[in-house]
T-cell receptor, first 111, second 116 residues
């Protein structure tokens, strides 16, 4: 069982649409990171959220950390083909400072 | 380009064999992390080294071992290979301030291992 559940596992939408992907857990995390991985490459950090309720924006991407620090969401506005990739969330637990990884959401944006 | 290099990019070998994957971290980074990524299991943390010492262990099999050398490059050794070991193996490095997983990790391009 994944400690961090990401949903949906797969999403294919048309260019210009909006979407939200989720990262949920029953555990509390001291911080949560979102990465994007393109085919044939390693994951690249997009953002780190630390405070419960925190919202961070990166151009058309909006990241939110849940108030209880157990979940997070990534919202993309007006998706573009360049947003295609595997989106991974990773949480840090205070107990051991290790990153716990979700299985990822594979996103395809069709032109 | 993250600044993390991994060699080789591709590796094809047979069951029962042993291979060594190499990673050079970004200049100045003291921590190296190894991950395995297969289609059905996502990104699995294997092991972390910090300045030559093992710092944390994840789901690393006994057939696998790693080390970090004085020049901070790291090697991941996989032995008695099985078909199920076929995967992408990533190395990541992070900045020195704390040496824990809370630091931003910079990933290399990965080594794709195929075991036939």
């Amino acid at each position: 069982t994944q400690l961090l559940e990401q949903s949906p596992q797969f999403l294919s939408i048309q260019e210009g649409e909006n979407l939200t992907v989720y990262c949920n857990s029953s555990s509390v995390f001291s911080s949560l990171q979102w990465y994007r991985q393109e085919p044939g490459e390693g994951p690249v950090l997009l953002v780190t959220v630390v405070t419960g309720g925190e919202v961070k924006k990166l151009k058309r991407l909006t990241f939110q950390f849940g108030d209880a620090r157990k979940d997070s969401s990534l919202h993309i506005t007006a998706a573009q083909p360049g947003d295609t990739g595997l989106y991974l969330c990773a949480g840090v637990r205070d107990s051991n400072y290790q990153l716990i990884w979700g299985a990822g959401t594979k996103l395809i944006i069709k032109p | 380009d993250s600044g993390v290099t991994q060699t080789p990019k591709h590796l094809i070998t047979a069951t029962g064999q042993r291979v060594t994957l190499r990673c050079s971290p970004r200049s100045g980074d003291l921590s190296v992390y190894w991950y395995q990524q297969s289609l059905d299991q996502g990104l699995q943390f294997l092991i972390q080294y910090y300045n030559g010492e093992e710092r944390a262990k994840g789901n690393i099999l006994e057939r696998f071992s790693a080390q970090q050398f004085p020049d901070l490059h790291s090697e991941l050794n996989l032995s008695s290979l099985e078909l199920g070991d076929s995967a992408l193996y990533f190395c990541a490095s992070s900045e020195p301030p704390t040496g824990t997983s809370t630091d931003t990790q910079y990933f290399g391009p990965g080594t794709r291992l195929t075991v036939l």
